[in-house]
């Protein structure tokens, strides 16, 4: 199983904003968010439970930054641009 990076235990890691060039500096803001656990599924004995709601299982998800706000079209388009430019299409995420 794949290691899961998290920052240091206690360590709750800042906040950023950051811009994009290429999208006339269009700005964003990422929100670190702090892994933890939970119990994924829907026990059997619950009302109008569907057959794909279960089993039960612990779920642990690492640490992570979200974005604050929806992308926006002028940030997609920069991303698509940039992944059309620079990526090959027919490898999973391998640089030309």
Sequence with gaps: ??????APKGQ???NYTS??????DAEYEMVFIEGG????GSPPEEPDRD????SQHQVRVGDFWMGKYEVNWIQYSAFWRDVRENYDSNIDG???
């Design 1 to 6: 199983m794949k290691k899961i990076r998290e």
């Design 12 to 14: 709750i890691l800042n």
């Design 94 to 96: 391998e640089k030309k």
């Design 37 to 40: 656990e939970f119990l994924m």
């Design 19 to 24: 811009t994009i060039p290429e999208a006339r």
């Design 51 to 54: 057959a794909d709601e279960g």
